[in-house]
């Protein structure tokens, strides 16, 4: 392989520490140890290591071994050009804007505690909170890319996502508050009246967060990657 630490800028600032990332197949412990060296050069507080194919050379074990703790198993989803036909629901869906932001309080509340830096206890439950409310200001910023959807009843809020256009159209990000309401078909359906036929992806989502892993095979999503994240603290043996 080929010893590459990237520095994150928005990360290190989001955070508050220096973060990067490095591509972790095939490592080998001399590698491990090599990373190790250039990421203290770079003077990387945590390191985002990435594992596509933990089985080649036993680099998934190797690299626990070395310090990187496994911290997400994401799987990413593939839905083929079929039609798709929402329930019914009593929630109606929408396109979110900044303005709705405060209003999305309960919606993020649900979606933390399922994010990767919520599993690690040196991000936590709300640094967690923090990015998954960057993602929808990012969503509902840029029209066109993107796209917040929300789901309302007569209650109020019922669920929220967010929405990537390229290089396919993707359900990045999905969180319902009230559970059976049918709010997930409805965003789903704007999604691909939004993206205007074509295949749509989904993910990653968390491996351990089975009830949209679940959904999106219901709705003719089937898994075409698994993603293997860990985080390697320097200041960790």
Not at 117 to 136: L, T
Not at 164 to 177: K, Y
């Amino acid at each position: 392989m080929t010893n590459q630490v990237e520095f994150l800028p928005w990360d290190s600032e989001f955070f508050g520490v220096r973060i990067g990332k490095v591509d972790l197949d095939d490592a080998t412990a001399d590698d491990l140890a090599s990373i190790d060296e250039e990421a203290r050069d770079l003077k990387i507080d945590c390191l985002y290591g990435a594992l596509n194919d933990p089985g080649v050379g036993h680099t998934a074990h190797t690299v626990q071994q070395h310090g990187h703790r496994l911290i997400e198993v994401g799987l990413r989803f593939k839905r083929p050009d079929v039609p798709f036909t929402p329930r019914p629901t009593e929630s109606t869906v929408r396109y979110g804007t900044l303005d709705d932001i405060e209003m999305l309080s309960d919606s993020l509340d649900t979606l933390a505690p399922w994010s990767r830096f919520a599993a690690d206890p040196r991000f936590g439950p709300e640094a967690a909170r923090r990015m998954h409310e960057a993602w929808v200001v990012r969503a509902a910023s840029e029209p066109g890319e993107r796209m917040l959807a929300i789901t309302e009843d007569a209650d109020g809020v019922t669920g929220i996502a967010t929405h990537v256009r390229t290089p396919i159209p993707r359900v990045d990000l999905m969180g319902v508050i009230r559970q059976g309401s049918g709010a997930s078909w409805a965003m789903l359906g704007l999604l691909v009246e939004w993206a205007g036929g074509g295949e749509i992806e989904a993910g990653p989502c968390a491996a351990r967060n089975i009830a949209p892993c679940r959904f999106l095979e219901h709705c003719g999503f089937a898994i075409t990657d698994v993603h293997y994240q860990f985080h390697r603290w320097l200041d960790e043996a």
